[in-house]
Nanobody, 121 residues
């Protein structure tokens, strides 16, 4: 099994910054695209940013220019650096990844348990 564990969520003031981390563990042959989603109660989960194996990135319009997704392949960790945070960024942030456990296994999609980000004064 592949586990994804997020960390870094906290209470931050508007205009502040924080960095979320997502570390994969378990039996992993390779990790392909890693993503950050967020969700507020009563709304659909929203894709915030993604990064491919080759390092190509993509961002939601709502965070473009304020967020940077990156990864450390050796540490099996993805990061989401968020700046100029706004109250509307308040959500539970989830890590998501496509991973293969062995060289011959299929690629599956995995989710973390989420980390709460609250932007409030």
């Amino acid at each position: 099994q592949v586990q994804l564990v997020e960390s870094g969520g906290c209470l931050v003031q508007p205009g502040g910054s924080l960095r979320l981390s997502c570390t994969a563990s378990g039996s992993i042959f390779n990790i392909y695209t890693m993503r950050w989603y967020r969700q507020v109660p009563g709304k659909q989960r929203e894709l915030v940013a993604s990064i491919t194996l080759e390092g190509s990135t993509n961002y939601a319009d709502s965070v473009k220019g304020r967020c940077t997704i990156s990864k450390d392949n050796a540490k099996k960790t993805a990061y989401l650096q968020m700046t100029n945070l706004k109250p509307e960024d308040t959500a539970v942030y989830y890590c998501n990844a496509d991973a293969r456990r062995t060289v011959i296994s299929s690629t599956y999609n995995y989710w973390g348990q989420g980390t709460q980000v609250t932007v409030s004064s």
